[in-house]
């Protein structure tokens, strides 16, 4: 009898605790679950931490993850018959806002949304881990690494966004070194003949617009956004040694830094 009874209580206590994870907030099945973090989404691996806790989290609560194909389309629905809205590049980064279950790509049938109704499979998706700086500076600052081409924004210590780069060709290096923002034009008109570059030259450029100037050193380098480039360009060599962005990550940089604000650049 008194065997019995204990089987009983101990069966419903089973189910108690097994209903309490269920109905609990925190409840994602496989899915680790913090809130307010982008692991609300984000599975774990095998019911350990996820590989995303590594990535970079923006303010908004966004992971920084890095395409891992060679080109990528970008479809307004979580499978391959939606239609393609965007392409993106190899090495080139995401904001993830979520992950949704979609149509399987190569085995996996995670999808993340990176926008409005733009999604891509996880198959060609990993978290970008930003490389360890030398040492960190206080405030809001930029860790520019010329070897992979990539703008990471800190906080102190702490990571906040990052951003796909297009630097100086050969002969017309980014240079490397400690610098400090000293002037910052919205809409810039830049032009060639300013470092020295006359105007039959082939490599002259005369470019009005030019959006979200930070100037870091004196003979015309600086921070800007690049509307002209094709985004394939980004992630390798090809400017006259400023350091070129995508708009939308220029504008973000903008908001972020301000005179006197330092930028460390090296390979």
């Known amino acids: ?33 913090v809130a ?22 923006t303010e908004s609560g966004t992971r920084i993850g890095v395409v ?12 391959l018959d939606a239609a393609a809205v965007d392409t993106l590049f190899q090495d080139h980064l995401v904001e993830v806002y979520e992950t949704v279950d979609g149509e399987t790509v190569e085995d996996e049938s995670i999808w993340y949304r990176i926008g409005s109704e733009q999604y ?22 930029v860790d520019v690494n010329l070897t992979d081409h990539y703008a990471v924004a800190y906080e102190g210590e702490t990571p906040v966004y990052a951003a796909i780069l297009l630097t100086g060709r050969a002969g017309w290096d980014t ?12 809409s810039e008109t830049m032009d060639a003949g300013t470092i020295g570059v006359p105007e039959d030259a082939p490599n002259y450029y005369y470019l009005e617009d030019v959006p979200y100037v930070q100037y870091f050193a004196e003979g015309g380098y600086a921070i800007h956004g690049n509307d002209w480039s094709p985004l394939e360009a980004f992630g390798d060599t090809g400017s006259h ?5 995508q708009v939308s990550d220029a504008a973000f940089f903008w908001e972020f830094l301000d005179y006197g604000d330092h930028l460390v650049i090296a390979y």
């Open 1 to 33: 009898m008194l065997l019995r009874l204990f089987t009983g209580l101990l069966g419903l206590a089973l189910i108690l605790l097994a209903t309490a994870a269920i109905l609990s907030p925190g409840f994602r099945s496989d899915f680790t679950y």
């Open 36 to 57: 307010g973090d982008m692991t609300d989404f984000l599975p774990s691996i095998g019911g350990a931490t996820s590989p995303w806790d590594a990535a970079i989290e």
């Open 68 to 79: 891992t194909g060679n080109a990528l389309n970008v479809r307004s629905a979580p499978s």
């Open 120 to 141: 891509v499979s996880a198959a060609f998706i990993e978290p970008f881990e930003p490389r360890e700086p030398d040492s960190y500076r206080s405030g809001n600052w």
């Open 175 to 186: 240079p490397e070194g400690e610098f400090e923002i000293f002037r910052r034009v919205e």
């Open 241 to 245: 040694g400023c350091i070129n962005m």
